[in-house]
Structures are given as structure tokens and as C-alpha cells.
């Protein structure tokens, strides 16, 4: 099953079909190009070069493809995208109109014949593995025959045979061509899929954290905003409370007194720390930084403990600015080292003269070696021992924390379990 459909959202049960990779608009433009440079080649070689091969013909499979092209070009939206199959049948009818072309003029003696790569190329950037072996299949069956059955060119007096051999050769690099241009364009298209998907999820990561933000912002504007009106309150039910003599009115005078008091007490918690953290709102936006660490380790690693260490340079701890994309990525190492943390989690936070420093170490079963190397590219996802973690969140740390000027590595501890280093040169701090 190709990776692209089981990566296809969902709607309840039903799994939604995956929106199409090709605008027709591109294929209706690549092929005015091909047919423009057919027509050129066909005519140049005829006339120019006095080749006299089968001319009607050939400017016949040209016409057709003209025609059809400007059927696409009027019948259809060209802003739409074409789906796996119609865009397979699209590439197909482009192999099977350019064999047509080589067979009347030299099959695959013909140096143009390379050109049935592009098609394949093509499909091996855009579509499926399934319609790309299928596309590649289509252009070495027309190759072979072409090897086999072609009208001659009409070479000058005394003639030109190619030797079998040659033409063996000329399909073997044909061949060879398609599959390494097709799996190498496969692979490129693939990784470069994976990557905007990965920077799509970690765009949707850093605006839930915004949202988040916004939220306490407005919170504790609230907060505010209604200090004024239950202090009031407060006063007129404290007054009530002192008038009336005993009995039923005294006891509700005194409750809505309570009440106001508990709701002032909210508010006040409210004003004092939004949830979420962030610059707006947020009495404290540049912390100290082991105290955004205290924070962050508060809110992700709830099931192990969590030692802080400090080193500094000098009598002065660095600060950080509080903003979404350092709360959610040192938010992610920490919660990754809990989760796979046995006993303890020790965070070290350090400074020198150039650059500041966190160290996140547990004692868990480290990283696998095979994908040591690779931490940081999005979906690698083996821990030793687990295989369900460490796959896109880490992907999306080390891209936040790049953008403040970071830079994450990681290693295996001798004595057991991992280590997650982030440093920032001072200057990036600010």
C-alpha cells in the first residue's frame, strides 16, 4: 500500500481521498512546451537536415496531441488538481504519443528517445509508487518495441545500419535511466512531502500554543476588568451583613459575602499567572531561565521527579523570553525524558562568558543507535526499547528552538539512559 494513502485523513470511519498532487494547468503547459519543441525538432530535421522520413504522420501524432491538450485546456478548471488515475492517464497518452513519434523516425536510433524518461519522472515526483512502476512498465514495453519495429531514418548514400548491439545498449541505458531517474525523483519528492507535512504540523503546534496565549491574555484582562464590580459588591454585602439584625437576610447577606470573596480570590490567581504563559499578559516575560524550567517541568513531568542544577558564570542567571515556540519545544524534551525516564530526570541549566546551556539527562534506556544520528529529521521514531516516541515532536523542538537561535544535540550517557543538550550563543538570548 503506498505510504500516501495511509496517511489519508479521516472523516469517522471513512478515510477522506488525498487531495491530488498535479494541476492540470503544469501538464497542459509542459505539453504546449513538448508539443512546440516536437513541431521544431520534426521540421528542422526534414527540412534542414533533408531527412525524408514519414513527415504526415509524424506531424499527424503531434496535431492530436494539440487537439487534445486544448480540450483539457477549455473542458476543465485549470486551477483543479487531477487526481492519481486521471493524471496517470494523462502521462500515459505523453508515452504512448512520443513512441508513436520515435516509430517513425528511428525507433530507438533516435537520440530523442531518451525523452521517454520525462513522463515517468514526472509521475515518480507527483503520484503514487503503484502509477509510477505502472508508468515505467508502459515506457520499457515501448521501448522494447521500438528496439524491434520502427520505420528506418533515410540516411545519405550509403546508408547507416546500426548494429544490434548498439541498439541492445541504447535500450539497456533507456531502461536503466527510467528506473534510477524514477526512484531517485521518488525519493527526493518524498522526503520533501515529509518535511511539509512535519513544518505544517509544527506551524499547527505553535498556533495552538499562541491560542493558548491569547487566552490567558484575555483571562486576566477579565480578571481585571471585573475587580472593580465585585469589590463592589463586596462592600455592599459587608454592609448588609453589619445592618440587619439576626435571621435569614443576615445569612444570606454573609454567604454572598463569602462568595464574592471566593470569586475575588480567582481572579486574583488569574491576573497573577495566565494560563499558558506567554508575553501577553504575563507579569514575568523574561524569566529567570530555571525558573521557565521549573515552570516547564511542572507542567510536562508530573510522573518522575525532576532535579534542577545550576552553574553559573559570574552572580547573574541568564534569562529567556517566555515566547510559545521555547515553552512548547523545552516543553517536548522534558516530557520526552520523563516519559522514558525509570527514576529521575536531571536538568542542568549553565553559563559562560559566550553561551548558555540545558543538559536534560534521564536515566531511561537512551536512544537507539541506528537512529542516533538521525534525531532532529521528522518521523524518526525509535527509543531502545519503544518504538512509538520521539518521532515528530523531536523534529519540532529542534526546528522552535533553531528559530531562537538554539542548537539541539544528543548522545547516550555512559552510566545509562540520554542526554538532550541545548545551547544558545548569549547574543541570541539578547
Not at 505502472?134 to 547507416?160: D, I, M, V
Not at 491569547?214 to 481585571?224: S, T
Request: charged share 20%.
Amino acid at each position: 500500500m503506498d505510504p500516501r494513502a495511509a496517511s489519508a485523513p479521516r472523516i469517522g470511519s471513512r478515510r477522506v481521498p488525498p487531495l491530488g498532487r498535479v494541476r492540470l494547468r503544469t501538464l497542459v503547459l509542459v505539453r504546449w512546451v513538448a508539443i512546440a519543441g516536437q513541431t521544431a525538432a520534426v521540421l528542422y530535421v526534414h527540412f534542414g537536415l533533408g531527412f525524408a522520413f514519414q513527415l504526415l504522420p509524424t506531424l499527424g501524432a503531434i496535431a492530436i496531441s494539440a487537439v487534445l491538450n486544448a480540450v483539457l485546456m477549455f473542458d476543465r478548471p485549470q486551477a483543479g488538481r487531477l487526481d492519481d488515475r486521471a493524471a496517470g492517464a494523462v502521462l500515459a497518452y505523453d508515452v504512448m504519443q512520443l513512441s508513436s513519434l520515435l516509430y517513425f523516425t528511428g525507433g530507438l536510433q533516435n537520440p530523442f528517445s531518451v525523452l521517454l524518461v520525462a513522463p515517468v519522472a514526472v509521475a515518480a515526483a507527483s503520484l503514487s509508487r503503484a502509477m509510477t512502476i505502472a508508468l515505467g512498465a508502459l515506457a520499457l514495453l515501448f521501448a522494447t518495441l521500438l528496439a524491434f519495429w520502427h520505420a528506418p531514418l533515410p540516411w545519405a548514400p550509403p546508408g547507416l545500419e546500426l548494429p544490434l548491439s548498439f541498439q541492445v545498449g541504447v535500450w539497456i541505458a533507456v531502461a536503466t535511466t527510467i528506473g534510477f531517474v524514477a526512484a531517485y525523483v521518488a525519493m527526493l519528492s518524498a522526503e520533501a512531502r515529509q518535511l511539509s507535512d512535519a513544518y505544517s504540523a509544527a506551524q499547527a503546534l505553535l498556533a495552538r500554543e499562541q491560542r493558548m496565549n491569547a487566552v490567558g491574555g484575555l483571562a486576566a484582562a477579565a480578571a481585571h476588568e471585573l475587580g472593580t464590580p465585585l469589590a463592589t459588591i463586596a462592600v455592599v454585602a459587608k454592609e448588609i451583613a453589619r445592618d440587619v439584625p439576626e435571621g435569614d437576610l443576615k445569612a444570606d447577606a454573609e454567604l454572598l459575602l463569602a462568595e464574592t470573596m471566593r470569586c475575588r480570590d480567582i481572579l486574583a490567581r488569574l491576573a497573577a499567572k495566565p494560563e499558558g504563559g506567554g508575553p501577553e499578559g504575563d507579569p514575568f516575560p523574561r524569566p529567570a531561565l530555571s525558573t521557565l524550567l521549573k515552570e516547564i517541568a511542572g507542567r510536562y513531568a508530573r510522573d518522575v521527579p525532576v532535579v534542577h542544577l545550576a552553574r553559573f558564570a559570574g552572580d547573574t542567571e541568564p534569562t529567556i523570553a517566555r515566547t510559545p515556540e521555547t515553552v512548547q519545544a523545552l516543553g517536548t524534551l522534558v516530557e520526552n525524558a520523563a516519559t522514558f525516564a525509570r527514576a529521575r530526570v536531571d536538568i542542568l541549566v549553565f553559563s559562560d562568558e559566550e553561551t548558555v546551556g540545558i543538559d536534560i539527562c534521564d536515566d531511561g534506556p537512551g536512544f537507539s543507535p541506528e537512529i542516533l544520528g538521525r534525531l532532529g529529521e521528522p518521523y524518526v521514531s525509535t527509543r531502545v526499547g519503544d518504538g512509538e516516541h520521539m518521532g515528530l515532536g523531536i523534529f519540532i523542538a529542534n526546528t522552535l528552538l533553531s528559530r531562537t537561535g538554539g542548537a539541539v544535540s544528543w548522545e547516550n550517557r555512559r552510566e545509562g539512559g540520554a542526554r538532550v543538550s541545548v545551547r544558545w550563543p548569549k547574543a541570541a538570548l539578547g
